[in-house]
T-cell receptor, first 116, second 113 residues
């Protein structure tokens, strides 16, 4: 069965600190997709990244970086030099390729507070 | 502007009321979804429509009834809801069922009294 675990329910850091959000997933598929979404206070989920299971290269986008490790079934997300605007709930998600309906399973989310 | 618009943003309804949530996407996507987000549970997929056909009903009670008249519009009809149905209802769309990213609306905050 597919499952996404975000063990950190809530994190608070001071602005400009680096912070890493953990995500561990379970799937029996060899082909799958991993996602991170950001949910600011306004409510909508904002897509941040998609990774397929065959691409283990780490990715960096500005202050955001992602570390995908199949050996530990983890897809961690790091924000460097955090800013107050990064305060939000962050969701990690998984979609199995055999599921033609693009069903995405979400973790419970990590609420991130960036303190000024 | 996310490309996916949900109305209303907030809704308060009694347990005997009938109301509908509306979702509209202008992204040319073929798949649309309803998700429920409550305080105690992770995001739960409720319904999936692919090319206007319902392809997933995730054991959702019949008091929630979806409707997809075309690929751009999705409704969630509500009747005789319970207080525990109070939650944020999110609509999303994606290009198709190929693992592409989903784009979400801002959600409807529903309170059942």
């Amino acid at each position: 069965a597919q499952k996404v675990t975000q063990a950190q329910t809530e994190i608070s850091v001071v602005e400009k600190e680096d912070v890493t959000l953990d995500c561990v997933y379970e799937t029996r598929d060899t082909t799958y997709y991993l996602f991170w979404y950001k949910q600011p206070p306004s409510g909508e989920l904002v897509f941040l990244i998609r990774r397929n299971s065959f691409d283990e290269q780490n990715e960096i986008s500005g202050r955001y970086s992602w570390n995908f490790q199949k050996s530990t079934s983890s897809f961690n997300f790091t924000i460097t030099a955090s800013q107050v605007v990064d305060s939000a709930v962050y969701f990690c998600a998984l979609s199995e390729a055999r599921n033609r309906d693009d069903k995405i399973i979400f973790g419970k989310g990590t609420r991130l507070h960036i303190l000024p | 502007e996310t490309g996916v618009t949900q109305t209303p943003r907030h809704l308060v309804m009694g347990m005997t009321n009938k109301k509908s949530l509306k979702c509209e996407q202008h992204l040319g996507h073929n798949a649309m979804y309803w998700y429920k987000q409550s305080a105690k549970k992770p995001l739960e997929l409720m319904f999936v429509y692919n090319f206007k056909e319902q392809t997933e009903n995730n054991s959702v009670p019949s008091r929630f009834s979806p409707e997809c008249p075309n690929s751009s519009h999705l409704f969630l009809h509500l009747h005789t809801l319970q207080p525990e149905d109070s939650a944020l209802y999110l609509c999303a769309s994606s290009q198709d069922g190929s693992g592409g990213e989903a784009f979400f609306g801002q959600g409807t905050r529903l309170t059942v009294v």
